[in-house]
């Protein structure tokens, strides 16, 4: 079974500075999905990020952008030019590409992101 | 983009009520649709995959009785908790997909149930 681990559980960062949440997680498939997702206080999930496994490419998303390491099974987020608003926790998620999407989540405990103004 | 509706957003009552928790895409056909739930400060706990027109696959631990799901179209699937008691108290959260294997689940706002 498929295993996502986010090491911290806790973050902090100065607005306006830039701050790397990570994630790992454990397969043996080859074809998958990795995503960010971003919680606030107010609980609804908000996509922030996804990533392909089959591309090279790392993912951006404004100021959003991954580290994807496939062989060493990472996946990162930094958050540049942080800001009051991304204050949230954030939850790593991993799906297997093998049926067309229906194929369930699997995240991670959390990071929960604190930013200081 | 896409949007997934959650009906109700909280709910009070007393024990031994069920309580019925409605998740809509309201901008695509969702051809599966997930129920999850969330305890304080934990992460999200998959409850049950459930797709349109078949019974819903439930997690192990997940009491198939006390959680009945239904997804009777493309665009809806209903989450009940059957004689709901204090510890059923949590949050629960919808999610939905569309058909692709690069469509990412797009998550409803969830619904905060209080039993009494």
């Known amino acids: 079974a498929q295993t996502v681990t986010q090491s911290q559980p806790e973050m902090s960062v100065q607005e306006a500075e830039t701050v790397t949440l990570s994630c790992t997680y454990d397969t043996s498939e080859s074809d998958y999905y990795l995503f960010w997702y971003k919680q606030p206080p107010s609980r609804q999930m908000i996509l922030v990020i996804r990533q392909e496994a089959y591309k090279q490419q790392n993912a951006t998303e404004n100021r959003f952008s991954v580290n994807f390491q496939k062989a060493a099974k990472s996946f990162s987020l930094k958050i540049s030019d942080s800001q009051l608003g991304d204050a949230a926790m954030y939850f790593c998620?991993?799906?297997?590409?093998?049926?067309?999407?229906?194929?369930?989540?699997?995240f991670g405990k959390g990071t929960k992101l604190t930013v200081n103004p | 983009g896409a949007v997934v509706s959650q009906h109700p957003s909280r709910v009070i009552c007393k024990s031994g009520t069920s309580v019925k928790i409605e998740c809509r895409s309201l901008?695509?056909?969702?051809?599966?649709m997930f129920w999850y739930r969330q305890f304080p400060k934990q992460s999200l706990m998959l409850m049950a995959t459930?797709?349109?027109?078949?019974?819903?696959?439930?997690e192990q631990g997940v009491e198939k009785d006390k959680f009945l799901i239904n997804h009777a179209s493309l665009t809806l699937s209903t989450l009940t908790v059957t004689s709901a008691h204090p510890e059923d108290s949590s949050f629960y959260i919808c999610?939905?997909?569309?058909?692709?294997?690069?469509?990412?689940?797009?998550f409803g706002d969830g619904t905060r149930l209080s039993i009494l």
């Open positions: 999610s939905a997909v569309g058909w692709g294997g690069n469509q990412p689940q797009h």
């Open positions: 459930s797709n349109e027109g078949s019974k819903a696959t439930y």
């Open positions: 998620a991993y799906r297997s590409g093998n049926q067309g999407g229906s194929e369930k989540l699997v």
């Open positions: 901008d695509f056909q969702a051809t599966t």
